[in-house]
């Protein structure tokens, strides 16, 4: 690994899902580099490969081709553990869907990457207080997703994102599922979030969800087509 | 609430949508556009070779290509909102944009 800031970056990323068949290019030679500190909008059409894209950013997936760079390593080429192993230690999620285990509290929920991490028991129950408060959702811990509304499910899903400090998040349509109040509140809390440091790329289908990022991405059949620089870090 | 959405009858291309929304006292004017740029081409190129006839809505890199130069050339008073998928056979893309600080 590098000692230089994080970064991501694609050179020529190519993904083909085959069945026997039909052969559909989701991505293809998409070169994209988001810096330490970048708010990037992914945008287009659905089917355009934008979740692909994430896919592969977050380390869920592996491309048919290109390279892919995560901090400096080429990681296109990684296996499952390997893959897992990165991404514990460096990339928060967050979906349109929320995600969250039905069967596990929200403090279960939320400790749950700490876990994966063996990080010991007093540690994890300071950090999972800590970041709960900062999502004001502390006096809901002991309940269940379910019990929850969609803004409360959606907080408690970014708290699980942070409470490992990630250094990137990565936000698949985080508001698609919320109505406009909730919505707002979740891209503050990204905004917030990226204020301090961390690097976040989401996908999204609203223009103004998009206007909170640095930059826009507009996918295209796979291809990117162009991008539109808003602020300037 | 932050977004409404509304049915616009008729909006053709060469046209400015223009809404006007009041709060309160406070007025706000929105301008949409919608472009049609060029999309068919002459011939498929070697990348969509191993598409078949019922894939071909996929674009070609050379569609792709004009697309991208369309883009980039279109006046920077306007900000693209949204790419519509042309429907199989179109000569043309759609492409909705806002006015800037509108």
Redesign the interface.
Known sequence: MNNNNFTIKTKELVKVFRTEE??T?AL?KVDLEVKEGEFVAI?????CGKSTLLNILGLLDNPSGGEFYFNGVEVSKFKEKQRTNMRKANIGFVFQSFNLIDELTVFENVELPLLYMNVPSSERKRKVEAVLERMKISHRKKHFPQQLSGGQQQRVAIARAVVANPKLILADEPTGNLD??N??EVMNLLSELNNEGTTIVMVTH???DAEKAHRIV?L??G?I??E?VKKIL | MKELCIPVPGFGEDQIAEVSLTIGEKKVVYSYRVESFPWSIDQPNEDCSALSADDYEHATLEQINNLRKSLSNYDKGWELIQIFTPRKGATHIQVLYRKLNS
Do not use: I, K, L
């Open positions: 039909v052969e290019t293809n945008m287009g059409p659905s089917g406009s109040a919505g707002e609203s223009p103004s507009q295209f059949d291809h087509v162009t539109n």
